[in-house]
């Protein structure tokens, strides 16, 4: 059964874990649930009243997609949403933005109707007016998944093998291994070369090259160093947790035709 040990990075937005007793196929899979259909909110569509800055709309609603929004877990996809797509409370979060020059205009200056849907980085820029230039306007978040555009996306994702290093000690150059590592992974003890470090090595064999096989760098068959960096819309936890969900659910709805 896969299991998840030794949590190496623990941060509120970055957890490095390992996985134990999976194959690429699983890890992978988790990877790319991850990343693009574990939903979450983002702006989408955008009604300006007002815009005479110097960013055309579609370059201003560009911007305005892109900006990381907490995602309140009451609202639902628009596709399973009571409303049929319409739009309506459950599904859509309204933002505005009413703002006049001469002034930096930065993600805090908008308005969230639902302060559980709102700017995570408030410092981030949006565009700069000048004396006597305006915006005015109406922002729609709603759910989406990474797969159908990046702004959707919670995080990146990415895996290795758990590291395997074997040292013949008859063969093995300490000082080129020493020199050509540059994860900082082995360190010298009784003049032999010792790994000091495992889990800073990316299997990236340039220890193996330069020695002529005298270290030999393969990972573990069925474990993984997995990590989930956040956006910030979920803590890495949920998004592990709902990927996992998304996997099991689409198992069951394979049908035989
Ligand atoms: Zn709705």
């Known amino acids: 059964m896969v299991k998840i040990s030794n949590i190496l990075v623990d941060e509120d937005l970055e957890k490095t874990f390992v996985i134990e007793d999976a194959n690429s196929a699983f890890v992978n899979e988790i990877k790319r649930a991850a990343a693009s259909q ?27 997609g892109l900006i990381p929004l907490t995602t309140g877990k009451e609202y639902k996809l628009k596709e ?10 459950l599904c859509r979060a309204k933002l505005t933005l009413k703002v006049k020059g001469p002034k930096m ?8 109707k639902d302060p559980k849907v709102k700017p995570i980085y408030p ?36 895996y290795q093998k758990y590291p ?11 000082k080129v291994a020493l020199e050509h ?3 900082d992974v082995f ?32 990972g573990e068959a069925s474990k993984y160093i997995f990590t989930i960096e956040s956006w910030g819309q979920l803590p890495p936890q949920d998004i592990l947790k709902q990927s ?13 035709k």
């Open 181 to 183: 590592c540059p994860k």
């Open 80 to 89: 399973t949403c009571k409303c049929k797509g319409k739009g309506c409370a």
């Open 187 to 218: 360190e010298v003890e009784n003049k032999k070369l010792k790994v000091k470090n495992l889990l800073n090595c990316n299997l990236c064999k340039s220890c193996e090259d330069r020695t002529n096989g005298a270290i030999k760098i393969s």
């Open 164 to 174: 395997k290093i074997t040292i013949d000690q008859k063969k093995v150059s300490v």
């Open 105 to 112: 205009v930065y993600a805090s200056d908008l308005e969230a």
């Open 38 to 64: 574990v939903p979450v909110m983002a702006i989408e569509d955008i009604f300006f009243i007002d815009n005479s800055s110097a960013l055309y709309d579609e370059i201003l609603a560009q911007r305005l």
């Open 123 to 158: 410092e981030m820029l949006i565009v700069e007016l000048l004396e006597g230039q305006e915006i005015e306007l109406e922002a729609h978040a709603i759910l989406g998944i990474g797969e159908e555009h990046a702004k959707w996306s919670p995080c990146l994702a990415y």
């Open 244 to 256: 996992v969900k998304i996997i099991n659910s689409k198992i069951k709805d394979a049908k035989l």
